[in-house]
């Protein structure tokens, strides 16, 4: 019996919206978009994953007390350089952020995490510019 290997395919394209979803729900969803998990032809090694593009941001939905709870941190590498911003925060400067820390944290560390992420496309509000590849397609 001969194994068929898979060969580098075209990308389809899938349109999420954010409002009124909990992060960490959506950010599992999103993650099994990009890395292609729903495909038959899923390989671990392989990048068989598609875009996705996730509007409406600005509406995601935090449980618990994790709008005033939860802290993001980046440390510039010298010292007394970390930067801790709230959830709150966050959420009013770039809300997009939020979404796309969170696939990040999900995603495998590993050389194919930045080209799943260069396929992540967030955007606060419902406009963006992928207007062509997701017309066709319902809004999940």
Not at 78 to 94: I, N
Not at 122 to 136: C, G, K, L
Request: glycine content about 8%; some cysteine.
């Amino acid at each position: 019996m001969k194994t068929s290997a898979i060969r580098k395919h075209e990308p389809s394209w899938h349109h999420l919206d954010a409002n009124g979803k909990v992060l960490g729900r959506l950010a599992t969803e999103i993650v099994t978009l990009l890395r292609g998990k729903d495909k038959v032809e899923f390989s671990n090694h392989l990048d068989c994953g598609d875009h996705v593009v996730v509007t409406n941001a600005a509406g995601i939905v935090l449980t618990g007390r994790k709008l005033e709870t939860k802290a993001y941190h980046h440390y510039s590498g010298y010292p007394g350089g970390m930067k801790t911003k709230l959830a709150k925060q966050l959420m009013v400067e770039s809300p997009s952020e939020i979404i796309v820390r969170a696939v990040k944290g999900m995603l495998p560390k590993n050389k194919l995490q930045t080209e799943w992420l260069k396929r992540l496309h967030v955007y606060a509000d419902e406009n963006h510019p992928h207007q062509a590849n997701t017309a066709n397609l319902p809004v999940k």
